[in-house]
């Protein structure tokens, strides 16, 4: 499963002043206004506060602290980072569990990478909509993304001596840390307090999740008490059921953290858009999870390194827990108020679990020499009386060890209950359509995930008509064309319902049921027989201006645009060249951003080249598809 997500939104240049921090060209930074970030949501700190006559501060060096946001089960955690030296453009960094996003815990959860990150950044659109508008998502990418399988271990006993035999690993770059925030927790390649700075590609993370599990509940009860709220209720609901609780006994977890560093090690790409992309290829291409690939690459090392490691296998708890019901004492006491309190006495069983702990470390032959006869036979006596043979105790020094790879045999099928049912989340629908991220992100988000126009609309038609996909695919052309469907008859035909497709300026669409008259109306689009905002005459115009040729309204628009395209390409590239030199000048800082400018506008027109000389299908001069002309029929 996805136990945690790191993603960064930077903020849209409108939203930033640009400064210049030394000589070089990349010493080109944005800055944000915090206070406008402030007004829109965000909690400021401030490091100096300043106090003149009148009782009004001034505040300065504000700073945004690690701020918690509430969401439907647990909270996400956001921090906004100002531009320095290693990071050029200030940006919004939200991490967060998924599975406790969507379900209230992490014992399990989803595999499925979509789901997480989109919901993590819906969470936070969400609660801070005001600064959601700043931000530019189509730039977001991933900073870090935890992926974590368990194995179900006998008892606690065994637990225990696992965790020893893998703090004690070493191999190739592979050391366990002697920092540990608990005791049933062993990192490795975790920075240290002296090496903060130092680089990791990845962590990895081994602890006992029914010891982390029982820690998380008695401080999620701790803050319900101390803040008198039932915002918990529903987490400590969840991590209180039974199920929950056996699922999580003695579970043994493999935790790999991936860095910047291991995705560009992979050559995966971090941009959101294109990773969910290159995911949803590559799960296609190799049939097994991302996740569970990422695991299998981040913990090679430690798998290799547990080839011929042992571990002995005791029952040091087991034998205690029998002593103590045997031999534990009992006192009453009555209070005052005429209850009784009881009180234990361990005492002897104590002394009789270090008498086999002795026997287990020096074996049966020294223990005899060393300790008087009566107290040695009645402290075997007692053990043999809780179960245990005289046989057993002679050969307790002969530890029984077993390979530590038979213990841990990974089942990536064994990771979730029987009837576990993923989550969708609010993003995603049932089916996982990525059409429907669409409604929150916009429909160019999701072309960037590697699905054209055609075939987001395909899904749309196919979701409102009942109709199968392929069906509803030969129907795309027709609505691209301007012609609508009818829903209950023949396409072009008479009775049904009208289903329209309405495109706007910025390339975004909308499948329009009904009177389409009033929804042009209501939205402000312009009627067919109107001229568009855009049209052939005026891309004509355009080419001929950048020619310096007559206007030639006969032309072919795919290989016109096509060459027009790579010709574009060539002075895109000059311009790029001249602002690097215009960037190495201070005294030309204007100019450069000028130059910015002007070279945002190009890419722009080149992207609009492209898409006329490889995927434009509507009627505006371009070509016809052969399903359209089968549509005409």
Request: charged residues 25%.
């Amino acid at each position: 499963m996805y136990d945690f997500w790191e993603i960064h939104i930077p903020f849209q240049q409108r939203y930033c002043t640009v400064q210049r921090i030394g000589v070089g060209a990349s010493d080109i930074v944005g800055v944000v206004d915090l206070e406008e970030c402030g007004r829109r949501g965000l909690q400021l700190g401030s490091k100096r506060v300043d106090f003149s006559i009148d009782p009004e501060g001034k505040l300065h060096d504000l700073y945004h602290p690690w701020e918690s946001i509430p969401s439907s089960f647990t909270d996400i955690s956001c921090k906004l980072h100002q531009a320095q030296l290693n990071r050029s453009w200030p940006c919004i960094a939200i991490k967060g569990s998924p599975a406790k996003l969507l379900q209230g815990h992490n014992v399990y959860g989803p595999d499925c990478a979509a789901t997480g990150i989109l919901e993590l950044i819906a969470a936070f659109t969400r609660a801070l909509p005001g600064v959601a508008d700043m931000l530019d998502f189509g730039s977001a990418h991933i900073r870090r993304v935890d992926c974590t399988y368990s194995i179900k271990l006998p008892d606690a006993e065994t637990m225990a001596n696992c965790l020893s035999a893998i703090g004690q690993l070493s191999h190739r770059h592979l050391r366990a840390s002697k920092e540990a925030d608990y005791a049933s927790t062993i990192y490795f390649n975790r920075r240290s307090q002296d090496q903060q700075d130092a680089g990791r590609a990845h962590v990895l993370v081994v602890y006992a999740k029914d010891h982390e599990m029982e820690r998380q509940l008695e401080r999620l009860q701790a803050a319900a008490r101390k803040e008198k709220t039932s915002r918990y209720n529903s987490v400590i609901k969840s991590m209180q059921s039974p199920e929950l609780q056996q699922f999580a006994q003695h579970r043994l977890r493999f935790e790999g953290r991936g860095f910047t560093r291991w995705f560009e090690k992979n050559q995966i790409p971090r941009n959101v858009w294109q990773f969910l992309s290159w995911v949803a290829e590559f799960e296609k291409r190799e049939g097994m999870t991302f996740c569970e690939w990422a695991w299998r690459d981040m913990f090679k090392d430690m798998m290799t390194a547990l080839g011929d490691s042992k571990v002995h296998l005791t029952q040091d708890q087991e034998v205690q827990s029998k002593l103590r019901i045997s031999y534990g004492r009992c006192k009453q006491f009555s209070n005052p108020d005429g209850t009784t309190t009881e009180k234990w006495n361990f005492t002897r069983a104590d002394r009789l679990m270090m008498f086999y702990r002795l026997l287990a470390t020096e074996g049966w032959a020294k223990t005899k020499r060393l300790t008087a006869s009566s107290s040695f036979y009645d402290s075997v006596k007692a053990l043999l009386d809780i179960g245990l043979t005289k046989a057993q105790l002679q050969n307790l020094r002969n530890k029984k060890t077993a390979k530590l790879l038979h213990l841990i045999k990974m089942d990536f099928a064994d990771q979730r209950p029987a009837g576990y049912v993923e989550p969708a989340g609010t993003v995603l629908d049932t089916a996982g359509d990525m059409s429907s991220i669409g409604n929150r992100f916009g429909k160019g988000f999701v072309q960037s995930l590697g699905h054209s126009r055609e075939q987001l609309i395909a899904q749309e038609v196919a979701k409102v008509s009942g109709q199968p996909l392929d069906v509803a695919a030969a129907c795309v052309s027709h609505l691209v064309a301007g012609r609508p469907l009818r829903l209950n008859g023949d396409i072009g035909g008479m009775g049904g319902e009208q289903l329209h497709l309405a495109v706007f300026d910025d390339g975004t669409w909308e499948l329009v049921r009904g009177n389409v008259n009033e929804y042009r109306k209501t939205h402000s689009l312009p009627q067919p027989d109107e001229r568009p905002e855009y049209d052939d005459e005026q891309l004509c115009a355009d080419f001929a201006d950048y020619l310096g040729s007559p206007k030639n309204t006969e032309f072919d628009a795919r290989s016109y645009a096509d060459t027009e395209h790579k010709k574009l390409s060539i002075v895109l590239d000059v311009m790029r060249r001249e602002l690097a030199d215009l960037e190495a000048d201070p005294d030309k800082i204007p100019q450069a951003i000028a130059l910015r400018e002007r070279i945002r506008h190009t890419k722009a027109r080149l992207d609009r080249l492209w898409y006329w000389a490889n995927k434009a299908t509507d009627s505006r001069g371009r070509t016809i598809k052969s399903e359209e002309e089968i549509c005409q029929e």
